[in-house]
């Protein structure tokens, strides 16, 4: 199956960088931070991606994220990514993360970055090889068009498809079958194969190494991925960012948390930060139960509580871990690690200014 | 109402301390910790509280602690303290505190404390100044047994009824108007009076403030309550712990948490262990969602969200940030800290073993 | 507190009547149904109001309700009034119903109504005095325009606000108290409102017995009200529908379940629809736990399950019978119905048709 | 591997009958059905099977069902089968149903039936062949025992093991894969090897048609059986139940629901009952979310509600439709119908009394 590439909405090109700028919402249909993106400078046509935490379960029947995402379709220029995570569990307070790409002549932010689109998967290839190649693509795609290698890439936060009752039906009166049957379980299969095609763009893996894992075999995962999958959209939406060479007022480190406890994970980060004398902008980290039922050997009960799905239980647990140490709740900690980090596990990148006040960026209160 | 006292377990009494003993649990009908307590050296009889972190959801129709209950009956002594809270979202995991009473001739702990019960609350009583008033002397009578000045108290558990449906029917029928008659609501009810009693005791408050603390009137709170309310009893079981004026291997301290994000407030409590070069035991704390809808200026979701309890909420976030600070998820965290510390916060207390290795204490995993 | 009267979406007036169509929905955004409706002969100005089941969990965060309310805004016409009732529990099936008016000229079907909606209700007055009185005169508006007597009225649907915690917090902000600080409770007070306005305006209670009724005295209630509340309005929708009194090829009859077990009620309206060779078309009935948590002496878990909101229980249930009698899942069964039918009951109303097919009318598959 | 066969409580044997009684509960720990078991003539020690419908999710984490099973192994003797089915969604009322044997000497009842148990199930042979075979052996010798053919028999009720965490990583360790990782997801895979375990002791499956069968193949289902799984055992309890030839006071009649609509099949045996002018003793049904996501063509949501799992939604449904039409809620209705019955549907058994009045047995208020 060939899923061929539809063109995204572009990044910073050559000689501009990205500004990230974050406000709180009152409920899924707040777009009033699009005039406060216009108090500080910039204005809708400027967006190359909202990035939002919403406040719905985050699963299957999600509908705050497609609310969101309807909201902004109206403000947002065609071709903009929206990458809208639902789950607030806790403390975590819904927000949007406005990414703009920089004015021709603006002094460089010191981030640059790109976002792309794949066509629509079909849905049986959810899950499988198809979705891994065209995500590896489009990653690609974003890459070059922000003149990125490898080594400056921060985070690459990707949306995807999942199925549906309905989606499931239709593979299955067309002959073909889904990848999995349980609408819930078919997130974490279109966020794997998701990661494993960010995984495969970054060389992380290796183009051999990728059916395997994609039926649980070696572990491949990806230390930069933070994938969410919805049903608010049929194709997936890619944002890659990473520093300018050049320097600049923003910044971003990234580490991996190896368990829901790595505390010392959240603390490198945060060395950084102060050593550079930063403010903190963002922090986007992923979180997942431990697939073994265990976390540092201790027993936990994420994967048998019925009542309440374990990427829930996940979110909020790591979200309460960073947003207290970091002291901000409007954080991006997204549920379902699967091969974005290691088991039980997951990436986290933190996005900081140094210098002057970053102005209104991280008033999302 | 007269709610008299009914003798309960009884305390380390004069000359001897108190061991706390943290065991894992596979679910709530494991009793095998009772057998690890032999192999350190007690038994069964020496018991004078169990304290237990169970898997259901904390909430009203929560079995998992009744069961946990109906099995350490069977192997605890009668008057044996049960205060079985439920919900072990996110990381926390299942475990058992055993709280036994030292032997005649050991090297005093460090520890002292003591276990009481007040009567059966009659229903029309729960929420209500009966409870309040039932507590306070319960607590006064443990403080006594165990010779405890309020200086030198730093946590009073207490695990205190709820109303079922068929309560409020029990109650209406009776010709009395129970306090609410929304059943998850009624534990928050409860808890309140029972943390006003603790505070009674401490002096926390005047008597004369507790009828309008009862009705939300100006906030009076205990900072060393922690209260957890079941289907499982009638009356209300307490456990006071303080530390023995002669000092010992073990100690504790304790904060207040002034919201779900206090990072602080258990940092503060590390670097005292930290200090004192010693080694976490066991952590005991106290989460809520804010009351207000937000947590410093940030909105939150947990009480608008129909789906999960807000307990449930807030212990998942507090206990994700306890657990990986101190990097140990088998911790007390419970839910719900109305009148325990202030509004959106809770108490948290930490014991902790100097010198020489605690033995099996923390091998809850 | 004034509450002014917005100007609705009127409704037949003279000479011209109702008609009823049912479409089933893929998702919250499916608005295939206008299409369908011009199939049908009619065109999206002919709407008079769109009432559907979204598949939300129909309590505070149910965001499909608002979606779909979102999606139809730009279809419909300005004043058309949309009454999204969340939760497809157990059998139920998401659809809308499609209410339009008949073009001059047309024969009449044999229904006709009225739409009105009230201004915002200010957050304070719900649940209270303010609200009865709004809609009281919203409906008296809706009869009027459609000239509809007491004995005409079927069934009277109406959409009202409920409290978020913003809510709550900007009330006591502005020094007035809300009617309760419990989000999901408000729903239950903004439904009580709602439905005494109904019995208020149809002289099923007196003015002077409203004040008691709210805060649970005395029981008033409307045998024809159908109340839902959510978040995704500030004001009250209403909708009358009642027989015209030349006939036609449209009827409904009404009668009033007296617990959640009433198939008697069910079969008593079939029966009607038997004996006049009729085709049901749509059934609108509303559901609750008994607050007493029995149902006929057995005792109920509605009331004490602290994973599941009772209104989910009671929609499914009543939803699963009714569904199951009549042979069709893509029925309004909406939860919650305080002062809506007797406790533990509730009205339920049956549109059928006569004579000729009834076109593509409950095509709702 | 090879699973013996535990030697169960036994059945009616020769010239014995067996007697239904059915009392309400207060709570999981309400073994007081026990005394009113001596009033109506018979003892603890009669008992063959304890069959219950107990309050908690009816999923993994429904500690209810461990907690009654407890309480009644205190009271029931060794070999008497439990079978405590959790969830009572919407209307249905907590209650246990007892089977007792009759005395010697007494008039037979018309019904007969067997008890037994399987050996425990390896954990990598749950929802594997193993586990059919062991359910198949454990059905004959219950049917032989109680000297039943197939043609009388009614109603095979089963209790069954699910996978846990720990379980999963139990095999795991062992070198064993589970038949599924998914712990929900466990509970049909055991479920259906169950069914089919019955479908072969019954004929209605060939043994070379299993493996296909286990694996979603051709569908192959009993008509008769009724399948729980839970984690309060480890092994398979079975209990059968069917006609006396020589008649008498109690019968029975089964029926297939074809779907969760099936109105008619409830209909069809109500219709029976009422011919011979019987009273209805107690309903046992199973239900399911169709897997198709469609019920007779229209949409529903069960299988895409994150928020709630299908078996309490379909439970919820299908026993307010029973319950409604019977007008009992304290009936046996059970969730997950995998082999049971057509996919979405399930089999439907009545008990019921003629004649002399049942004397206190289904006196379930």
Redesign the interface.
């Known amino acids: 199956v060939t899923v061929t590439q539809k063109r995204g909405g572009g990044g910073t090109g050559a000689g501009n960088g990205l500004r990230i700028l974050k406000f ?1 919402t ?4 707040d777009v009033s931070a699009s005039a406060r993106l216009v108090a500080n400078g910039y204005n809708p046509e400027d967006l190359v991606a909202v990035v939002g935490k919403t ?3 985050g ?6 994220r ?2 969101a995402s ?2 902004w379709r109206d403000i947002a220029p065609a071709g903009t990514v929206t990458i809208m995570s639902g789950g ?7 927000h949007v993360t406005l990414v703009v790409r920089q004015r021709d002549g603006e002094e460089r932010s010191g981030l640059v970055g790109g976002a792309s689109e794949t066509a629509d998967i079909p849905k049986w290839e959810i899950g499988r090889r198809g979705q891994v190649n065209a995500v590896a693509q489009a990653v690609s795609i974003a890459m070059r068009d922000a003149d990125l290698t490898v080594a400056q890439v921060h985070l690459v936060l990707v949306k995807c498809p999942l199925l ?3 989606d ?2 239709a593979c299955i009166s067309q002959g073909e079958q889904p990848v999995v ?5 078919s997130m974490a299969k279109s966020r794997a194969a998701s990661a494993l095609g960010v995984a495969l763009a970054l060389g992380e893996c290796a183009s051999n190494e990728i059916d395997d894992a994609l039926i649980g075999g070696a572990p491949q995962w990806s230390s930069v991925a933070s994938i969410s999958s919805g ?1 608010e959209l049929d194709n997936c939406h890619i944002l890659v960012i990473g520093a300018d060479e050049a320097g600049g007022q923003l910044r971003m480190a990234h580490a991996v948390m190896a368990d ?4 010392a994970a ?1 603390r490198s980060l945060l060395d950084i930060v102060e050593k550079d004398r930063g403010e903190v902008v963002q922090v986007f980290a992923k979180a997942e139960a431990d ?19 374990s990427t ?3 979110r ?6 960073i ?3 970091v ?4 954080i991006y900690v997204s549920g379902g690690a699967e091969n974005q980090g290691p088991a039980g596990g997951g990436p986290i990148a933190v996005v900081y200014s140094v210098g002057a006040s970053s102005g209104g960026s991280h008033a ?2």
Chains 1, 2, 3, 4 share one sequence.
Do not use: I, K
């Open positions: 709180g009152t409920d899924p249909t406040e719905g379960n699963c299957v029947n999600d509908f705050s497609t609310l309807v909201a607030t569990e806790g403390v975590l307070s819904p549906t009752s309905e499931v039906a049957t349980d609408t819930y379980e049903a829901a406890l790595d505390y959240v697939p073994t039922g265990r976390v540092r050997g201790y027993r936990h009960t994420m994967l048998t509580d019925s009542d309440l799905q829930r239980h996940a909020a647990a790591v979200a309460g871990l947003a207290g140490v002291g901000d709740p409007a999302a209160r």
